[in-house]
């Protein structure tokens, strides 16, 4: 907590108090047990976002989260019961950093959060399997599982080859994240495909025409056109509307000098 302090990760809690970002994380948890059986696709932005309300995944959430904390408590109370115990308490322990209620960080929700808490998950799943199925279906559903997560990590590397592909699959995901779009327009910007990022743009206009990442994204690919004055217009419009720091502080550097930002 003190590191976190210092390097400025530990931000405010994302529901605005302790009890809504508890609602926040239960549904985060819905969702984290929705991928590890496979009914949830996967990508690295979710519209999961604090203020939602109460949802199917907060219910999934809270109830998952009781009965890993029954498995542990069991764990200790009772011998038989100790690989799922130990499975449970590897599962808290390895979301507790990005639970938000202990260390309210700024990022609750991604992929790469599920390593660890999938071991977990595992031992999890096959304590079970080894007191409830017999030899023949116990291997027959292991089979099935690993022929699943083979095609899983195949489709995964295909998604993750580069970043373009990273984020068509979270626009996938999430068809409203505008900050993922602005990621894509980017892309096809540095490339030269001004047509296509353009079309990330008006995407994302229709969405949040408002959004500070939408006017300082459109600003940019102006100026690689060598067009400062619209480029400055641009951001001069959407400081009518927003607040926001970069946005303000790119108009400020192109009013001092346009035309050296435009050649660059």
């Given at each position: 907590w003190l590191t976190g302090q210092r390097v400025n990760m530990v931000q405010s809690f994302h529901g605005g108090s302790w009890w809504e970002t508890l609602k926040l994380m239960t549904t985060v948890h819905g969702h984290y047990w929705k991928q590890l059986v496979y009914v949830s696709e996967f990508g690295i932005k979710y519209p999961l976002q604090p203020g939602q309300g109460f949802t199917g995944l907060t219910l999934l959430g809270a109830l998952s989260f009781f009965a890993l904390l029954a498995f542990l408590v069991f764990g200790f109370l009772r011998k038989s019961w100790r690989v799922a115990g130990f499975a449970a308490a590897c599962w808290f322990i390895f979301l507790a950093p990005v639970s938000q209620l202990i260390f309210p960080l700024q990022n609750f929700v991604a992929d790469r959060y599920m390593l660890l808490p999938s071991v977990a998950f595992a031992l999890l799943a096959g304590e079970g399997m080894r007191r409830?199925?017999?030899?023949?279906?116990?291997?027959i559903l292991w089979g099935?599982?690993?022929?699943?997560?083979?095609?899983?990590?195949?489709?995964?590397?295909?998604?993750?080859?580069?970043t373009k592909s990273m984020y068509l699959q979270a626009l996938r995901v999430h068809p409203t994240w505008v900050a993922g779009m602005m990621q894509l327009a980017h892309i096809d910007g540095k490339k030269g495909h001004y047509k296509k990022a353009q079309q990330w743009v008006k995407r994302a206009r229709k969405?949040?025409?408002?959004?500070?990442?939408?006017?300082?994204r459109s600003s940019i690919l102006l100026l690689r056109q060598g067009k400062s004055k619209r480029a400055i217009n641009?951001?001069?419009?959407?400081a009518k509307f927003s607040k926001d720091d970069k946005l303000r502080a790119n108009l400020a550097l192109l009013l001092i000098v346009p035309e050296g930002l435009g050649q660059g």
């Open positions: 409830s199925l017999q030899k023949i279906p116990r291997l099935f599982l690993l022929l699943l997560s083979t095609g899983l990590c195949v489709a995964q590397s295909a998604t993750w080859k580069n969405i949040n025409p408002n959004h500070p990442k939408i006017a300082i641009v951001l001069i419009h959407a």
